[in-house]
């Protein structure tokens, strides 16, 4: 057990020392012609070479797999017996070298990864009273206060609570610039502040930080297995075995030995076994890199088929901190509604409620906190009722203020249908069944969502689907001004979870893009579930893609990079599956010989593994569609 081991610690010598022997032999029969050294010189070559492969074959064996390294060994053993020393020692010689590319090839797919991991902060320094201490990072807790200074790692995931400065967070969004971080700004372990000092209090530590999420994601992602990865491990199950009985019935019937062997030497499916995860692994690590993460291979598969989008609204497609726009008081009394209104609202996390708990901040309302709010009732997507200071109020939209009998005069259903019409949310406030206010909300669409909808359509996805919350007039608005091809608003999550299980049913596959709570049961049914980085954990837990800090832009890297991998797996499978072929045919008709069989073979191999690399280095395509192109298009398509 231990000379194994030793073997095949030491493989790379091996394959030096099976070098050197080759040449050596070659040196002395044609600078020499001393042929008894140079069949000594294969013959020792052979022996050193065929070790580690015998080895690895043997150890397949034990667990019942007929190995690649199996038919090699046969083959190699065959040509030392029938003395064709110098066939054995070059068919081992490419073996090990093919091996030995492959290996360091694939360590550097992984070297987006690995430098991940390299940077991974060790050590925090953890406030302790005025005093800052040097700790390692497993001992930093959720809501400790920890110091960081320029040049530093920030340790954990947090927020700013003193001091400003710049962060270079390329090791975890992509984001090339330094970002500005001031009071309550969010920070992710792994950034670098590259100038100013901050305090931060500790939100996420350990494995739970942004930084941990990309390595561990992306490590599990190397580790699972695709549909393509899956079909070849079957097929070399049955393959690899298949061939040793062809090579043993053409050396019975032809009874050339020879022949035999080259068979099981040509017959290795080394390219199609290894093309397929190396195509993943460069695909996962340049998504790793590039501030997008996709959990898994078979994700890859799914997310190139995706030919319709949907997209919940607040969040995704606007930047989900709606403000208020619009607000008026239809009636002269010594309450203070704007407060009463703001008080109730700040016991939600809605953000329509947030929004007018801001405004009333920003109009000077600052004894909220003090006022009374009791007997509280939320009515699930409409709104609420809760009593203020003793006055109950009810709070929502239009199909609230109709469920509790509450009569909208006509002026205040004109000045909501104006709202609507400019895009507002609309916000009722009602005292003893009578409207005592409207309260206009309205979101701002993400910079260059309208840019990155045209990419996504110029790429292949047919339908760019909306559901939304708001009321339809709203959510068509938003859906106007980015060119969507449908629109639904006034859904309910389970409504939205209906919608996507209809698309399903027609055959689409479906992906939803979402950053709530709300959103988390459809991002877990459509095929695939995208989660912006910012949203909530349970929709960055319950997706298949995250886009770290909510870039959304990211989405057409993420598709079309989905799209190249899978495209790159089929090239290397295309080509593994040529190579045999051209091999066999070559074997046919005398062209191809054991020795330049092997050559072809493990250059196909490199060949596969150099194609994946160039994944690493892929870069999306810019579209130079501009807005009018892509509203002709969908007229086009309509």
């Excluded at 607040?314 to 619009?326: D, I, M, R, Y």
Aim: aromatic share 6%; with cysteine.
């Amino acid at each position: 057990m231990k000379f194994q081991k030793k073997i095949l610690a030491h493989k790379t010598a091996i394959t030096f020392i099976n070098a050197f022997f080759i040449v050596l032999a070659l040196g002395a029969k044609f600078l020499f012609q001393q042929n008894a050294v140079y069949d000594i010189g294969m013959a020792l070559a052979s022996v050193f070479g065929v070790l580690p492969i015998a080895i690895q074959a043997y150890q397949a064996a034990k667990v019942k797999v007929v190995s690649i390294d199996l038919l090699v060994t046969i083959a190699v053993i065959g040509a030392f017996i029938i003395g064709e020393y110098n066939e054995s020692a070059i068919v081992t010689f490419l073996f090990l070298l093919g091996h030995l590319l492959e290996q360091k090839t694939l360590e550097h797919t992984r070297s987006a990864i690995q430098q991940l991991v390299k940077l991974a902060p060790a050590t925090a320094w953890k406030l302790v009273g005025n005093e800052a201490e040097e700790v390692d990072i497993d001992e930093v807790e959720v809501g400790d206060q920890l110091l960081v200074k320029t040049g530093a790692q920030v340790p954990v995931d947090g927020l700013v609570i003193e001091g400003t400065g710049y962060l270079d967070e390329a090791n975890v969004t992509g984001e090339s610039k330094p970002v500005f971080k001031e009071h309550k700004a969010q920070v992710f372990a792994g950034t670098i502040l590259e100038n100013g000092t901050l305090k931060i209090e500790a939100q996420r530590v350990g494995e739970d930080t942004t930084f941990g999420k990309i390595i561990e994601l992306v490590e599990e992602a190397q580790d699972s297995k695709s549909l393509a990865e899956r079909f070849i491990d079957r097929f070399a199950k049955y393959y690899t075995p298949l061939i040793l009985v062809l090579a043993l019935i053409v050396g019975l019937v032809t009874q050339d030995v020879r022949l035999a062997i080259t068979i099981l030497v040509l017959g290795c499916p080394g390219a199609l076994i290894i093309g397929v995860p190396v195509s993943n692994v460069a695909g996962i690590g340049n998504g790793a890199k590039n501030g997008i993460l996709i959990k898994g291979s078979e994700v890859m598969n799914t997310f190139s088929r995706v030919n319709t989008m949907v997209f919940d609204k607040t969040g995704t497609l606007t930047n989900g901190k709606p403000s208020v726009a619009f607000a008026k008081f239809y009636e002269d009394s010594p309450k203070d509604y704007l407060s009463l209104t703001a008080a109730i609202e700040s016991e939600s996390d809605h953000p329509l409620g947030k929004a007018i708990v801001d405004y009333a901040q920003q109009q000077g309302k600052k004894k909220i906190a003090a006022i009374n709010v009791s007997d509280t009732v939320v009515v699930k997507g409409k709104g609420m009722a809760a009593t203020a200071d003793g006055v109950r109020l009810t709070i929502g939209n239009k199909a609230l203020m109709q469920e509790q009998a509450i009569a909208i005069p006509a002026a205040i259903q004109q000045d909501e249908n104006t709202l609507q019409l400019q895009g507002n949310s609309v916000v009722f406030v009602a005292v003893e069944k009578h409207v005592v206010a409207l309260i206009g909300i309205k979101d701002q669409i993400r910079s260059g969502v309208s840019d990155t909808l045209a990419m996504l359509k110029s790429n292949g996805i047919k339908r760019l689907i909306m559901l939304s919350g708001d009321n339809q007039t709203t959510a068509e608005i938003v859906g106007k001004e980015l060119g969507l091809s449908e629109v639904h608003g006034g859904l309910l999550p389970e409504e939205k979870s209906a919608f996507i299980r209809r698309l399903q049913a027609e055959g689409e596959v479906v992906a939803f893009v979402g950053d709530g709570i709300n959103d988390s049961p459809s991002i877990a049914l459509a095929d695939i579930g995208i989660a912006m980085g910012g949203g909530t954990d349970v929709a960055v837990e319950t997706s298949d893609v995250v886009l770290i800090q909510s870039k959304f832009e990211n989405l057409v890297h993420a598709y079309q990079l989905t799209k190249k991998t899978v495209l790159n797996m089929k090239e290397n499978i295309a080509i593994a599956i040529g190579t045999v072929l051209f091999l066999l045919i070559g074997l046919i008709f005398g062209y191809v010989y054991m020795a330049s069989g092997m050559f072809f073979h493990e250059l196909s191999i490199l060949i596969v593994v150099i194609n994946g690399m160039r994944l690493l280095s892929y870069h999306t395509k810019s579209s130079k569609l501009d807005r009018n192109q892509f509203v002709e298009m969908e007229e086009t398509v309509e």
